[in-house]
């Protein structure tokens, strides 16, 4: 069944560029009823121009505690994966979206339909297509105006309109989507979490993904023609096979795993392997809990590893300047005196003796606690790929071990048992990531520390 995010955003100003979203409102739809919905003010980061709040309603004063779209932005790609983004004229909410996103280093894409256009070709001869005007024409009431609430629900009853008129909008026509690939093997797609490969005419790999919903997911792709490389990459696939995962952790554990194992065509950013530099702790003579970038060893646990030294330096100086860091304790500032920060008052003299090292160790402990686990040794333990499974994953000595399944009816409650089903893999910065992404949104049903 097709999936649809309808949404309408309210903004700082006309321009993507430089002005920001103050309010977004998404209303998951599947083709007969509304399925999900989130509304919610955004703070902008900078003011709003008085004209706007004129039109919009929406003050700085409403703004001050509403969340950053940095604060958001997980919620809004969970609630548009793999769905077509609707929008009333939505190059202006698409384009919004995705350039908060782009601000934030992250590519935002989705299928797109606009019901500006579909009210064109299926409703003509209307003199405005507006919202507000189509909307009075068909007799669609409008609650709250120019709020992102109130105008993305009137753009889910014209899109209800328009589906009346043509329901094929909300088929899925698997015939013809790829000349390659029957329309058997996509309905066989299983709409279950785990990861799934591309294979062009060779049966080389070229692209490896990872989905809630690897049916879903997969036609997303061969739907997807909004860039080159998308178009590129569809006409390029030959074949389908994939991995029940059950556990969306595991998915993407064995997701990134395989990119690097693999290195697909088109898997470009996430290909890389050889995290060679870490970023360490040790305590000095006087107390201070001291940060060091310094090349990997087996003696020595890093707190997180880079693939190179250039890029370790770049996120040590963003934790000095984030958490007011001494340059010079975290060996970036070499130096008899004072380091450079404390001169401009953004270090508090820990170089110096100023700062006492229990005030400034609890400043390091807080810098590094989010790139850190909390504990050495542990098992994550989630669903597994049937209703008598589970799955596991196992972090030892502060390093991803790996993961694996277990019949729950078997289980004696020790690790021992649980480390017996692990399968050993690459213990890497994104797999810590991913493992420390889980842990923060509480994605499994439980944990065990040993």
């Known amino acids: 069944m097709a999936k649809y995010s309808i949404i309408d ?73 793999d769905s077509v983004f609707v929008a009333h004229n939505v190059g202006f909410d698409y384009g919004f979206v995705r350039e908060e996103f782009k601000n934030l280093g992250y590519r935002f894409e989705r299928n797109k339909l606009c019901t500006v256009r579909l009210s064109r070709k299926l409703i003509p001869h209307h003199s405005s297509y507006s919202l507000g005007n189509i909307c009075r024409d068909l007799g669609i009431q409008i609650f709250d105006r120019h709020r992102a609430g109130g105008d993305a629900l009137a753009t889910v009853k014209l899109f209800e309109y328009l589906l009346g008129i043509d329901p094929n909008l909300s088929k899925i026509n698997l015939k013809g989507i790829n000349s390659l690939i029957s329309e058997a093997t996509l309905r066989a797609l299983p709409e279950e979490a785990g990861v799934y490969y591309f294979y062009n005419a060779s049966h080389q790999i070229v692209y490896i993904g990872k989905s809630k919903n690897i049916h879903e997911r997969v036609l997303s792709h061969l739907y997807n023609e909004t860039t080159r490389k998308a178009v590129e990459m569809k006409l390029a696939v030959a074949d389908i096979s994939y991995e029940i995962t059950g556990s969306d952790l595991i998915a993407q554990l064995l997701e990134s795993e395989e990119i690097k194992k693999h290195k697909p065509l088109y898997n470009r950013q996430q290909r890389r392997t050889g995290f060679r530099i870490g970023l360490f702790t040790y305590f000095d003579e006087k107390g201070y809990m001291r940060l060091k970038v310094d090349k990997l060893s087996d003696g020595l646990l890093p707190v997180t590893t880079f693939n190179s030294v250039m890029m370790a330096k770049r996120a040590l100086f963003a934790l000095c300047d984030e958490y007011h860091l001494c340059q010079k304790l975290c060996g970036l500032y070499k130096t008899g005196g004072a380091c450079f920060k404390h001169g401009i008052g953004q270090c508090m003299g820990a170089c110096i003796g100023l700062e006492s090292p229990a005030d400034y160790n609890t400043r390091v402990e807080a810098a590094i606690a989010p790139i850190k686990f909390e504990h050495e040794n542990f098992f994550i333990i989630d669903k597994g790929r049937r209703s008598d499974e589970y799955s596991v994953v196992e972090v030892r000595h502060g390093a991803y071990l790996g993961f694996g399944y277990f019949d729950g009816t078997d289980f004696d409650g020790t690790a021992d048992y649980l480390h017996s089903c692990i399968h050993r893999c690459i213990d890497t910065r994104d797999a810590r990531h991913i493992i420390l992404s889980g842990l923060k949104h509480h994605e499994y049903k439980r944990l065990l520390v040993y």
Do not use: W
Not at 27 to 51: A, S
Not at 60 to 71: G, T
């Open 9 to 81: 955003v309210e903004t700082t100003g006309t321009s993507i560029k430089g002005e920001r979203i103050t309010e977004i409102a998404i209303f998951n739809h599947d083709g007969q009823k509304i399925t999900d919905e989130f509304v919610t003010l955004v703070n902008p980061e900078k003011r709003i121009p008085y004209r706007i709040s004129q039109i919009t309603g929406i003050t700085d004063r409403m703004l001050e505690n509403a969340p950053r779209f940095c604060e958001i932005a997980r919620k809004v790609l969970e609630m548009t994966e």
